[in-house]
């Protein structure tokens, strides 16, 4: 026969069984976060100068100083999906891409713990990522056709500097429509000279055969411009991001 426990001993088996079940989901909560990295459930573009990733997650302090000084409010600050790198900046190039044409990218200049950091790659600049066509067959260019009205739609609420509008104040992508014959938003809108350029589908293509390809060069940023502008849903061109970023 089992010995009868006394209140006080039913108390402190209560006490042991509540901290156990405590401390095992305290763990579980802990190990949540290494879901997301696992599993890959979301690869994010970090803002200009972003450490690689490791070292961005441990010297990210989240103070959101690269979000306050952002000129189009592009850079915003990860949700739980982001498991360990909750509360850590990045930017939706989708829905609003990097003004990298924004002087000394400010977000860098505000970084106060060197997370992002103007230390310069192997190429000589501040990369994000490297744009590409991702989608060739839904790309207008290629079809060889143009494109009329605004890049979005009049109800998209993203943001874009046109420096023969206004140098310094991003306007509304939805006020600045287009009329093209041949639609080459992603070049004319990239923000870096000569980082993709319109070319010929073939090198023995006829001349008066209007169909083009976006082409991008070394010198692409990954500032997401070109997949903000493209009037394609979804976007035919995208970017692949820079995983490696600059070492600390």
């Not at 069984?17 to 095992?24: C, E, N, W, Y």
């Not at 070319?199 to 001349?207: G, H, M």
């Not at 500032?223 to 600059?246: F, Q, S």
Request: net charge positive; charged share 25%.
């Amino acid at each position: 026969m089992a010995k009868r426990l006394t209140p006080k001993q039913q108390k402190q088996r209560r006490t042991i069984v509540f901290s156990a079940i405590m401390g095992a989901g305290v763990v579980a909560s802990g190990m949540m976060a290494y879901l997301p990295l696992h599993l890959r459930w979301e690869k994010l573009l970090r803002p200009p100068g972003a450490l690689a990733e490791k070292d961005l997650l441990s010297s990210c302090i989240k103070c959101g100083q690269c979000v306050q000084v952002c000129p189009v409010e592009a850079i915003k600050l990860s949700d739980g999906e982001a498991g360990f790198g909750i509360g850590v900046p990045h930017i939706d190039a989708r829905k609003q891409a990097c003004d990298f044409s924004c002087d000394a990218t400010q977000c860098v200049l505000a970084c106060p713990t060197g997370a992002l950091s103007h230390k310069i790659d192997k190429k000589e600049q501040v990369n994000m990522g490297l744009a590409r066509l991702s989608r060739p067959d839904a790309c207008l260019a290629r079809q060889g056709q143009g494109f009329k009205g605004q890049a979005r739609g009049p109800d998209y609420q993203g943001l874009h500097r046109y420096i023969k509008v206004d140098r310094w104040n991003p306007i509304k992508i939805a006020d600045h429509p287009y009329d093209l014959e041949l639609c080459d938003l992603c070049v004319r809108e990239c923000p870096i000279k000569d980082a993709i350029s319109m070319e010929p589908l073939t090198k023995d293509q006829a001349k008066d055969d209007p169909r083009r390809t976006p082409v991008v060069h070394d010198k692409c940023v990954g500032c997401g411009t070109c997949e903000m502008m493209c009037p394609v849903e979804k976007t035919a061109i995208v970017i692949d991001l820079n995983r490696e970023g600059p070492k600390v």
